[in-house]
């Protein structure tokens, strides 16, 4: 994905470009919708929300048209959860989502890929609380690829044919639709990606049902250098191979020392890039997806979960956020690949390894 945003249009033309933007190598059976979750100290105003991102999505025109905000009451917020992180997104579809709690002291902030990555959904709901968050988290600058795009593309090719990812056991429900999102939420901790990573590595290695593929752990960077992010794309993604029997202490070494993943062309080739995808599906993706919005400050925010993007077989995606008193570690999965206790009991697994 690439780490500039393009000129770009409003309307029509700003959710066709978002969808570009993952058009050559993005899972075609997955939303690409991203999800921040808030909890407030105190109490905002729907309408003033709603204001402040229509004025965002007025000076940011890749940014679409302003969204509705939604106010579930509290037996509809995990389905409210799942609808805007997870919910399709058609030609005609705001590109940013939004929806508060009945008190005002939860907000849920979502929003297609294409459009903003991680760190820019964040700028998104400091727009939204009408205050700065800053955060700790810091990306990896202009630091290169050490491939480009089609020699990159040839050896993952290379690599889905011959070494596929090792994937979480679970049984899931072929049936089923939708997705599960929820968070272990404790006192903060000053622990970071990759303590996460080897918690995730740790709660993979130890399944009785496990096989003996390498693992491979997708981490999603940024390339911004400054602590205020903007509603708006920078994207890079690290990936790290672990094999089976690899010592777990030597992760943090091997994060700090990968180059990024190339850009991709924003574009679908005509629909060539999701045929290829599709056909290779199986055999692609990851073992788990990270994203680390880091230490996140702002006035009245008392937590905070991410929920980056499900793709691939068995997709399971984890994110991490802390605020000045709490540190949340959360997961995402579709409920075809793993069911609700399974979910229940991954995500037990890798907050007892990261915490503990």
């Known amino acids: 994905m690439r780490s500039s945003q393009r000129g770009r249009r409003t ?3 700003s959710v066709r470009d978002a969808q570009e933007v993952v058009g050559m190598y993005g899972d075609p059976d997955t939303t690409w919708g991203i999800c921040v979750e808030l909890r407030l100290a105190g109490a905002v105003d729907a309408d003033l929300v709603a204001h402040r991102v229509a004025d965002l999505c007025a000076r940011e025109p890749h940014l679409g048209t ?13 389905t409210a959860r799942g609808e805007v992180a997870a919910a399709p997104y058609g030609p005609r579809s705001p590109l940013l989502r939004l929806a508060l709690t009945e008190d005002g002291t939860g907000l849920l902030v979502g929003a297609h890929h294409g459009a903003v990555d991680g760190l820019g959904l964040l700028a998104v709901a400091g727009t939204a609380l009408g205050r700065d968050l800053r955060t700790k988290a810091r990306g990896i600058g202009d630091r290169a690829a050490p491939h480009g795009f089609l020699t990159s593309s040839l050896l993952r090719v290379g690599e889905a044919l011959v070494h596929p990812p090792s994937r979480f056991p679970g049984v899931g429900d072929p049936g089923a639709a939708g997705e599960d999102l929820t968070a272990v939420t404790r006192p903060r901790v000053g622990r970071g990606t990759a303590d996460l990573a080897r918690a995730v590595l740790a709660a993979h290695d130890e399944s009785p049902t496990r096989d003996r593929r390498r693992s491979v752990v997708v981490i999603g960077a940024s390339r911004r250098t400054t602590d205020l992010p903007s ?4 994207t890079a993604y690290l990936r790290l191979r672990v094999g089976p029997d690899q010592d777990h202490t030597a992760v943090g070494a091997a994060i700090a020392g990968l180059r990024p993943e190339p850009d991709f062309p924003e574009t679908s080739a005509k629909g060539t890039g999701p045929l290829l995808v599709r056909l290779l599906r199986n055999r692609l993706g990851s073992t788990a997806i990270l994203s680390n919005l880091g230490l996140v400050e702002g006035d009245g925010v008392s937590s ?3 929920y980056p993007a499900t793709s691939g077989p068995r997709a399971v995606a984890i994110g ?6 709490t540190t949340t570690v959360s997961l995402r999965t579709r409920r075809r690949d793993l069911d609700a206790q399974e979910h229940a009991r991954l995500l037990a697994a890798i907050a007892e390894r990261f915490f503990d």
Do not use: E, I, N, Y
Request: no cysteine; hydrophobic share 40%.
């Open 11 to 13: 309307g029509l033309d």
């Open 66 to 78: 302003p969204p509705v905000v939604d106010r579930p009451d509290d037996a509809r917020w995990a």
């Open 320 to 325: 991490l956020a802390s605020s000045g008193t």
């Open 231 to 234: 509603a708006d794309r920078q």
């Open 304 to 306: 905070l979960a991410m």
